[in-house]
């Protein structure tokens, strides 16, 4: 399949050209240049993008599919801190009563928030004891029915039992070894939870499967003073002082959160070429705090954004990862907003490991979305990154094209039937509020 897009703008990594398109050939780029270059010879399908700028797919680096279910859900759980949110809330009331259904379910619904985002990538971390084994594969082929790439894992841990445990080790090591290093729409990485919730053998036993596969590893790290706090009683030492002590950091490590670590731990981070996740709105909902991303930047640690499967909404994620900091460091200088959008893109795609996502150029994947630019102020190359992450929103996501196919065109998902799609979430939903 080859199609052409003709757009009023594109989004380079160098900034907006203004009248420029792009030419795909399966599921890679082939062309991208003013729109009077780009040859239509031989296109299957020419899109005209007039009053709409092309633009790479965003990078969710994480995500918790299942998190819909949460949504607005009412317990009689009195959450007041981050350790009182796992054990009387999350745990109990979420995780553990995650089955195939509600994995099947809530993954759809995930697949249609991200393309209505204009999310092309997401890493998903599947928390659920009890769904398995067998959960990965059921998220694998709704996001394959939906045309959505995505990096799969089973946040395993010995909360529940050694059982369970290594049953979660199990379930991603099966995933990665079949689904890695084919091509494919959806791979696997490993994971485990926290310190909190797994012995350094545990730990230690998951980093050795990560790196017989040769795949990242994935963790939860100081979400809030929880856990650097329980490190401490624990081992006399902080978080990442912990994990260098095991042995386990290095740029094979994915780490989420990252948010009350001090400036030692980044500095090892840094060293160890560890990547970080920031989740800026979700750290707001625990209470967690705010998580040095300027330091991380300045150290040169890579930094991703994710939305946590709290508020999916990704232009809300980025507004929140560009706003907060400046109010956090009382400074209108702090995070940028071509920092904030390339944390959605290239950037977040490097702290993937795929640098053939989250950019417009020759020889990368064909994962592109327009954006209508019928703004009331004008967008222009000098102000497109503020406009975008400000003013812009999911409903000003036209097309979305992952891996070469049109996911989403004028506006309306292709691949997903929607108002099913949200018929049969809500009706899982209310069942699952039905607390017994």
Not at 352 to 379: F, Y
Not at 400 to 428: F, H, Q, S, W, Y
Request: aromatic share 8%; with cysteine.
């Amino acid at each position: 399949m080859v199609t052409v897009i003709k757009g009023t703008c594109l989004m380079t990594e160098d900034g907006l050209k203004q009248d420029w398109g792009i030419r795909v050939e399966g599921d890679t780029i082939v062309a991208v240049g003013p729109n009077d270059t780009i040859d239509e010879t031989g296109a299957d399908r020419i899109i005209d993008a007039k009053g709409k700028m092309i633009a790479p797919g965003f990078v969710n680096g994480h995500n918790h599919m299942y998190g819909v279910l949460s949504h607005g859900i009412t317990t009689e759980a009195l959450v007041t801190e981050f350790s009182s949110f796992l054990d009387d809330f999350w745990w109990p009331y979420v995780e553990d009563r995650i089955d195939h259904e509600l994995v099947e379910k809530t993954t759809r619904w995930a697949c249609v928030e991200a393309i209505e985002s204009g999310v092309t990538t997401f890493v998903d971390i599947l928390e659920g004891p009890n769904s398995i084994p067998g959960a990965l594969q059921i998220e694998k082929k709704v996001l394959e029915e939906a045309g959505v790439r995505g990096v799969l894992c089973f946040e395993a841990c010995q909360r529940q039992s050694e059982e369970n445990a290594q049953l979660g080790l199990k379930e991603n090591y099966d995933f990665c070894k079949e689904n890695n290093n084919k091509g494919s729409l959806v791979e696997g990485i490993m994971s485990i939870h926290t310190l909190f919730t797994g012995d350094e053998e545990f730990v230690m036993g998951a980093k050795k499967m990560a790196d017989e596969l040769g795949t990242d590893i994935h963790m939860h790290m100081s979400e809030s003073v929880y856990e650097p706090n329980w490190c401490l009683d624990k081992y006399g030492k902080r978080t990442v002082d912990v994990y260098e002590d095991f042995g386990f950091l290095d740029e094979n490590v994915l780490a989420s959160q990252g948010v009350q670590l001090d400036k030692n731990e980044i500095d090892i981070i840094a060293k160890r070429g560890t990547r970080i996740v920031h989740m800026p709105l979700s750290n707001c909902e625990v209470g967690g705090g705010f998580a040095p991303i300027p330091e991380y930047l300045e150290a040169g640690v890579p930094v991703g954004i994710g939305s946590d499967g709290y508020v999916n909404n990704f232009f809300e994620v980025m507004r929140g990862a560009f706003l907060l900091h400046k109010a956090n460091k009382q400074d209108p200088q702090v995070m940028p907003a071509d920092v904030v959008y390339k944390m959605a893109t290239s950037m977040g795609a490097d702290v993937l490991k795929r640098e053939d996502l989250g950019r417009l150029a020759v020889g990368k994947k064909a994962d592109i979305i327009t954006i209508m630019v019928d703004s009331p102020t004008p967008i222009n190359e000098h102000n497109v990154y503020d406009q975008l992450i400000l003013f812009r929103n999911p409903n000003h996501v036209s097309e979305v094209m992952i891996d070469g196919k049109l996911v989403k065109e004028n506006g309306k998902i292709l691949t997903i039937d929607v108002e099913k799609a949200k018929n049969e979430m809500r009706e899982a939903a209310q069942r699952f509020w039905t607390i017994k």
